[in-house]
């Protein structure tokens, strides 16, 4: 796993990285959403298809072998893959932080602990930054 680490997935996705932020320049929540969109609709789906086939050759499978597994496990490998990788993207960039604009560094884990404590039915009132909070991408919101 180091190996694959150091030698495959590191530069692999390091370099996807620098690409995407030489394509993408910017640190906004909307350039973030336009990178978690570009790399997982693009760059995730051929990065599975290489790494997968390649961890299954490390474990000495047979080419046929590798193949068969391949096609088994791929849809479920990227659908995981955008579970892990989106979910989290949604939930801590797009709606954590417009609650933390503004925030000091003092109060940072209060801000984060009582954005977190959602119950249901709670709605969050937009920051008093004037930006707009996103409550329509699937998530309850606190106030």
């Known amino acids: ?55 299954g050759a490390l474990n000495g499978l047979p080419a046929q072998d590798n193949w068969a597994k391949l096609q088994r496990d791929y849809p479920d490998a990227l659908i995981t893959n955008y579970y892990v990788g989106c979910c989290p993207m949604r939930c801590c960039y797009l709606e954590l932080l417009p609650v933390l604009e503004g925030t000091s560094a003092l109060s940072l884990p209060h801000s984060i602990i009582s954005t977190l404590q959602i119950g249901p039915g709670t709605v969050r009132q937009p920051p008093q930054s004037g930006h707009s909070s996103f409550h329509g991408i699937g998530l309850p919101v606190r106030t």
């Open 1 to 55: 796993m180091v190996l694959l680490g150091c030698g495959f997935v590191g530069p692999v996705v390091g370099g996807w990285y620098k690409v995407l932020d030489r394509f993408i320049p910017g640190t906004t929540k909307v350039d973030a959403l336009k990178k978690m969109l570009l790399d997982q609709g693009g760059f995730a789906p051929c990065f599975l298809g290489c790494f997968l086939p390649l961890v």
